[in-house]
């Protein structure tokens, strides 16, 4: 046993920096939640593109949240015996001689690196890339982010020493060490996904070099906790640091989709669908991302940028303050919005088209529809593109049985009923809020020796609910879903045109 010093039940602490909060849970290695703690952060959008952090806010709110839930483990008499490290995918710092941040923290949303993805996007070195490296050709990317710092801002670019993701920069603020974990790694754009090691035709294309970038390590590598930062948590220096692992992949274990074939789905601003599998794998379509996980362990599948967020701009237009209350109404609507097809590209789209150009679309539109009609199109929208996430999984030649889902939207009836409907399968709902913090906790206890297996806990982590989809909604919704793409092939050049006018305008 890894000990608990202070005679207290053990747990080890899940820190997940995630797209707009820290959150800390503390886990005992049956898989059992005993304290979590939260702090937000702000996302900064000023120019066209742009979506980034403050990486130092970002690294106040994680400490402020990991000293919150040390806190409640000592009022509970809980002994921390390690903790370990997720953040969200796609994220981007650069650090100067000293290792300090140089640029803001360039987030998975931000798309201002379009050109660079463009260029890529449909030859023959892209489509080699993305099945070499597991990643799409896509702005999200870090490979792309970084050409756009190499063309667009050479002489920051030439002043940063060494390029990071934020949750890396994290681990350095806790330990001293720099290094990046596979699972983050595998989601760079940079990463040889079959040799686990930096790929010289990305690099080439980032314009970046091997020195610049953190040693790879396994996602069960454990560090130790520095003095500066121990005194910092109010833990002891030495403590066991987990590198963990991305929070997409980490999602996939804190639900207990550890086994091949089973799934995650997990929505809150975007949506995601990942499976499980024993091997890289992307497929000849390459309309898929395969990313690490731990213990040879790989998730195939996709992210979408518009998730739950189309219910929450939905209400912030029709000033609706609860907007619960809003999604109530939709529900009441029949399933097909009366006739309303939405393409809710908010922050334009990822999988499985990855592509940044779309624009939020409505077609259908007439006077008889109301609030109710357009909000419950933007869900059924934003549940289409799962849907055809799912499609992309199964074209790629893997198979999906078991679908694990979480997420806030969850909660509300309508979310459940029309995703469950789109995918036209039953959804095991775990209400864990906090999945992907879960899930790299449970890392950090196999990474000292606890656990066995991930296999071996994931019957601790059983759904708290089932939903069956109505068959004459999947009906609807199935029919519908070619229109989607129809829509989408049909309407990108025009995007593109809309795109640039607005550029133009805000100049």
């Not at 898929?288 to 790989?298: I, Q, T």
């Not at 933007?378 to 996430?389: C, P, S, T, W």
Request: aromatic content about 4%; proline content about 6%; hydrophobic content about 45%.
């Amino acid at each position: 046993m890894a000990g608990a010093p202070n005679g207290g039940e053990a747990v080890v602490l899940g820190v997940d920096l995630g797209t707009t909060a820290a959150r800390v849970v503390a886990t005992t290695r049956d898989a059992r939640v005993l304290a979590r703690a939260e702090r937000g952060y702000a996302l900064r959008a000023e120019r066209v593109g742009e979506v980034v952090h403050d990486p130092e806010q970002v690294l106040i709110a994680g400490l402020s949240a990991l000293r919150d839930c040390v806190r409640l483990c000592a009022d509970l008499d809980r002994s921390v015996v390690g903790l370990a490290v997720t953040g969200s995918l796609h994220t981007v710092v650069g650090l100067d001689d000293a290792l300090r941040p140089l640029t803001p923290s360039l987030s998975w949303a931000d798309s201002r690196a379009f050109e660079q993805a463009e260029r890529l996007r449909g030859g023959s070195r892209g489509r080699a890339l993305h099945q070499e490296t597991g990643t799409p050709v896509h702005p999200m990317a870090p490979r792309a982010k970084l050409a756009w710092y190499a063309e667009r801002e050479p002489e920051l670019a030439g002043q940063v020493r060494v390029w990071c993701g934020l949750k890396d920069l994290a681990v350095l603020r806790l330990t001293g060490r720099l290094v990046t974990d596979h699972s983050t790694a595998s989601s760079t754009g940079l990463l040889d996904i079959r040799n686990l090691s930096w790929h010289p035709d990305a690099l080439d294309v980032a314009g970046v070099r091997t020195d610049q970038l953190p040693d790879l390590v396994e996602p069960t590598a454990v560090l130790s906790l520095s003095t500066p930062a121990g005194r910092a948590a109010g833990l002891p220096p030495g403590l066991p640091v987990v590198v963990g692992g991305g929070n997409g992949p980490m999602t996939n274990v804190g639900v207990g989709a550890v086994s091949p074939g089973m799934a995650s789905l997990s929505l809150g601003v975007g949506g995601a669908f990942r499976v499980l599998c024993d091997r890289p794998w992307v497929g000849e379509r390459c309309e898929v991302f395969c990313y690490a996980v731990v213990d040879g362990l790989w998730v195939v599948g996709g992210a979408t940028s518009n998730g739950g967020v189309v219910g929450d701009w939905a209400a912030e237009i029709f000033g609706e303050e609860e907007f619960a209350d809003l999604l109530d109404e939709a529900a009441l609507v029949p399933g097909g919005a009366n006739g309303l097809l939405a393409l809710p590209y908010l922050f334009g789209e990822r999988a499985p088209w990855w592509d940044p150009v779309p624009r939020g679309t409505v077609l259908g539109l007439r006077r008889e529809h109301g609030r109710a009609e357009l909000t419950r199109a933007l869900v059924e929208g934003a549940a289409q593109q799962l849907a055809l996430v799912r499609d992309a999984v199964l074209a790629s030649g893997l198979t999906v049985g078991v679908v694990r889902a979480s997420g806030e939207p969850f909660r509300g009836r309508l979310w459940v009923d029309v995703v469950s409907a789109a995918l036209g399968t039953a959804l095991e709902i775990s209400e864990e809020r906090d999945p992907a913090a879960l899930g790299v906790a449970l890392v950090g206890w196999r990474a000292l020796g606890e656990i066995e297996s991930l296999r071996a806990v994931a019957d601790e982590l059983r759904p708290d609910r089932t939903a069956e989809p109505d068959p004459a909604l999947a009906g609807r919704l199935a029919a519908a879903r070619p229109l989607v793409r129809r829509a989408y092939d049909a309407l990108r050049e025009l995007s593109v045109e809309l795109g640039r006018l607005a550029v133009e305008q805000q100049a």
